[in-house]
């Protein structure tokens, strides 16, 4: 079992940063694929970014590509999303998540992973 814990959301205005971190425990990352997802209010969850244990990364689409970076430390057992350039439609509920396959493909196509963590908030405001 992995347990995912995410922190770092909050309110932030249009144009700002913030930067989420999702902390494992009970098992070690470094052989996990780790994602990033975001449900906003009223829509399905969807899937933001990923990254696999030897470096490859996926992102959602253009919308955030450039503007969210996704990174590991595989030493401190945590996986970041950097945000910047926040858009009020950034605004949702952000997931952390972790597969034990060596792809991103689960997490992008079929918006799936094995492990989850709780989420949390992030709002823009315009």
């Known amino acids: 079992q992995v347990g995912l814990v995410e922190s770092g959301g909050g309110l932030v205005q249009a144009g700002g940063s913030l930067r989420l971190s999702c902390a494992a425990s009970?098992?070690?990352?470094?052989?996990?694929?780790m994602g990033w997802f975001r449900q906003a209010p009223g829509k399905e969850r969807e899937f933001v970014a990923a990254i696999t244990w030897t470096g490859t990364i996926t992102y959602q689409s253009d919308s955030v590509k450039g503007r969210f970076t996704i990174s590991r430390d595989n030493a401190k057992n945590t996986v970041y999303l950097q945000m910047n350039s926040l858009e009020p439609e950034d605004t949702a509920v952000y997931y952390c998540?972790?597969?034990?396959?060596?792809?991103?493909?689960?997490?992008?196509?079929?918006?799936?992973?094995?492990?989850w963590g709780q989420g949390t908030q992030v709002t823009v405001s315009s």
């Open positions: 009970g098992r070690t990352i470094s052989r996990l694929t």
């Open positions: 998540a972790a597969d034990p396959y060596g792809t991103t493909t689960r997490m992008k196509t079929e918006n799936e992973a094995d492990y």
